[in-house]
């Protein structure tokens, strides 16, 4: 009849005992247990990402506000989405600050309801473009929300104020 069927459960068991201990010996060698600890500041691969944006957040805020300084009946709702950027710049890691002059510096005397509606959905394009560059999934991730957030403030705007 032959020769019985090999023990699969053994064979199973030395390779997973060779594979922990080699990974043992790896992270023995690794470990350095009497060398001293790496001190160096870990790099954020999408630290220009993350700036790019939240100096774009900022830009919007500047942007909100300038329309807010006009009167209007709608100024609970822009004032609403004002405060959503400021807090996509804080989910970036920002913290609130003055926009920067070169931001400002570009921002309508008083912005329209189109415009408000036209840098939203650049914003939203912009979020598309910074999230296919980051590094890290939950950057990704996060530009994406705010990406999706902008493109609902554009399509609120255009339809509130037209």
Not at 5 to 23: E, F, K, N, S, W
Not at 154 to 160: T, Y
Request: aromatic residues 2%; negative net charge.
């Amino acid at each position: 009849m032959g020769n019985p069927a090999p023990d699969i459960r053994v064979r199973m068991t030395r390779r997973t005992a060779l594979a922990l201990l080699a990974g043992a010996g790896l992270a023995a060698c690794t470990s350095g247990g009497d060398s001293v600890a790496d001190t160096s500041p870990t790099v954020d691969p999408d630290a220009g990402t993350r700036a790019e944006v939240v100096a774009q957040e900022w830009a919007l805020v500047a942007l909100y506000d300038a329309a807010l300084a006009a009167p209007s009946g709608r100024a609970d709702e822009l004032t609403l989405l004002r405060e959503q950027h400021i807090e996509h710049a804080r989910a970036l890691g920002s913290t609130p600050a003055t926009p920067t002059p070169s931001a400002s510096a570009s921002v309508p005397p008083v912005p329209s309801a189109q415009d408000l509606a036209a840098a939203e959905a650049d914003a939203a394009r912009a979020r598309v473009n910074a999230c296919s560059r980051a590094v890290e999934p939950e950057l990704a991730r996060l530009l994406a929300l705010v990406g999706a957030s902008e493109a609902g403030h554009a399509a609120f705007l255009k339809a509130a104020f037209s």
